[in-house]
C-alpha cells in the first residue's frame, strides 16, 4: 500500500473550465399570406369534414329507427298471417266442416266429391 501513495502527489490539479455557451434567441417566423391562406383552407376543410362525419352518423341513426320499427311491423304481420293461416286450417278440417253443415241442414254427397292439394 506504501508504495501506491507514492504514485499520488499532494498538489491536486484543476480541470480545465468550459466556456459558457451563449444562448441565441430567435425570433419568431412570420407567416407568408400563401401560408395563412393553406392554413385557413386546411381549417375549414377539417371543420367540413368534422360537420360531415356528425351529419353522417345522425343519418345513419335515424336509419337504423327506421329497419328497427320496419323489422317490428314485418314480425307482427308475419305472426298474424301465421294466426289466421292456422285459424283457416282450423276451418277448413273435415271435422268442423261436417258441424257446419249439419247446423244449416246440408248433406254430403260422396259420390260428386274430389279431394284437391292445395
Not at 356528425?54 to 304481420?77: A, E
Not at 266429391?113 to 292445395?118: C, K, S, T
Request: no cysteine.
Amino acid at each position: 500500500m506504501a508504495q501506491n501513495a507514492t504514485n499520488y502527489s499532494a498538489t491536486a490539479h484543476a480541470l480545465p473550465q468550459s466556456k459558457q455557451k451563449s444562448r441565441v434567441k430567435y425570433k419568431a417566423a412570420v407567416w407568408t399570406k400563401k401560408e395563412k391562406f393553406l392554413s385557413f383552407v386546411v381549417g375549414l376543410g377539417v371543420l367540413g369534414m368534422m360537420i360531415g362525419v356528425v351529419y353522417t352518423s345522425v343519418r345513419i341513426d335515424g336509419v337504423q329507427r327506421q329497419i328497427q320499427t320496419l323489422q317490428s311491423k314485418i314480425s307482427t304481420t308475419n305472426q298474424s298471417n301465421d294466426d289466421l293461416r292456422d285459424e283457416a286450417q282450423r276451418i277448413t278440417n273435415k271435422q268442423n266442416l261436417d258441424k257446419v253443415a249439419k247446423k244449416y241442414n246440408m248433406t254430403l254427397s260422396d259420390g260428386s266429391v274430389r279431394n284437391v292439394n292445395q
